[in-house]
């Protein structure tokens, strides 16, 4: 990618982060990265277009850093410690108005998103569930197909910004809670087990 047009989005994606999508305006943008708004306007026609290439280029972004280490070496349950951690870093600043804003006046959008998201994320989790299977640590009775997406359904749920202001928890606090009750649901004994002793050397260390 053309490494203005990366520093543009990066720099949107952070604007909108912080403030909301509505109320940052194109100069805002342009003053921020240090760019003209004709420069912001040969990459894109408008800021719905800006809007949607900023969230698949995060998207890209995010998928890419989900996974860090050798992974091969990685049991499932690790990996999955691992995306989680990732997550939860990543939207442990996210802004519930970001959400509303873009259900409300870019639906099209952020269908469009969430499908994209929900669509990786359970490819990956189906890919874990086999391979926990097959490591003896998952339940080797696990309705793979079923569980995943109950389990993607969850992350679209707590995503939701009236669940979020109906709670007292920020979402780095639901999605931990989310994730380790989905462990416990898929583990057996010696998964579990497995799993608690990462959770007491992670909290040591932290």
Do not use: W
């Not at 959400?99 to 499908?115: D, G, N, S, T, W």
């Amino acid at each position: 990618m053309d490494e203005k047009l990366d520093r543009l989005l990066t720099e949107t994606f952070r604007l909108f982060k912080i403030y909301g999508i509505r109320s940052v305006s194109m100069d805002d943008i342009a003053r921020e990265v240090g760019i003209s708004k004709k420069t912001i306007y040969q990459y894109v026609a408008n800021k719905t277009e800006l809007v949607e290439m900023t969230l698949k280029h995060m998207h890209s972004k995010e998928s890419t850093i989900c996974f860090t280490g050798d992974i091969a070496s990685m049991n499932a349950i690790d990996i999955l410690l691992q995306v989680s951690r990732n997550v939860s870093k990543q939207m442990k600043d996210m802004n519930p108005v970001n959400i509303f804003e873009l259900q409300k006046y870019y639906p099209a959008i952020y269908r469009e998103f969430v499908i994209m998201k929900r669509d990786h994320v359970f490819e990956q989790v189906k890919r874990n569930f086999a391979q926990g299977i097959d490591e003896g640590i998952y339940r080797n009775d696990l309705d793979i197909e079923l569980v995943a997406r109950l389990y993607i359904q969850k992350l679209v749920d707590v995503h939701d910004p009236e669940f979020l202001s109906s709670t007292n928890f920020g979402f780095e606090k639901v999605f931990q809670v989310m994730f380790d009750n989905h462990i416990r649901g898929i583990a057996n004994a010696e998964g579990l087990a497995y799993y608690e002793k990462q959770i007491k050397l992670l909290n040591n260390i932290i």
